[in-house]
Nanobody
Framework: QVQMVESGGGSVQAGGSLRLSCQAS????????LGWFRQAPGKEREGVAV????????FYADSVRGRFTISGDAGKKTIYLQMNNLKPEDTGTYYC??????????????????WGKGTMVTISS
């Protein structure tokens, strides 16, 4: 069983920055991909950024590439999402996830078994 707890959400103006953190506990996360998904009101959940905890490979949605950076600290069982140059369309609930998605499916929500409760990010224009 793996548990994920997010922190770091908040409200900032467009152009600002936020850093999300996710603390994992339990067993199995170290062989997994950990990452972030988000869901805006009235929209489908989408993959934002994912990192392989052993490979350190990273995957980003096109909409955030160049603005967001995902990093991980396996020893601290923690991943981070540094979000810069935030836009109003980045508004939503951000979820930390853990799982073992198949090849080419790292940003597909179906590959993730464990989900945090989410942290809210609000970007004003």
């Amino acid at each position: 069983q793996v548990q994920m707890v997010e922190s770091g959400g908040g409200s900032v103006q467009a152009g600002g920055s936020l850093r999300l953190s996710c603390q994992a506990s339990g067993h199995g996360y170290d062989r997994a991909y950990l990452g972030w998904f988000r869901q805006a009101p009235g929209k489908e959940r989408e993959g934002v950024a994912v990192i392989g905890m052993t490979s350190d490979k990273t995957f980003y949605a096109d909409s955030v590439r160049g603005r967001f950076t995902i990093s991980g600290d396996a020893g601290k069982k923690t991943i981070y999402l540094q979000m810069n140059n935030l836009k109003p369309e980045d508004t939503g609930t951000y979820y930390c996830v853990a799982g073992q998605p198949g090849p080419e499916l790292q940003l597909n929500s179906g590959g993730y078994e464990y989900w945090g409760k989410g942290t809210m990010v609000t970007i004003s224009s």
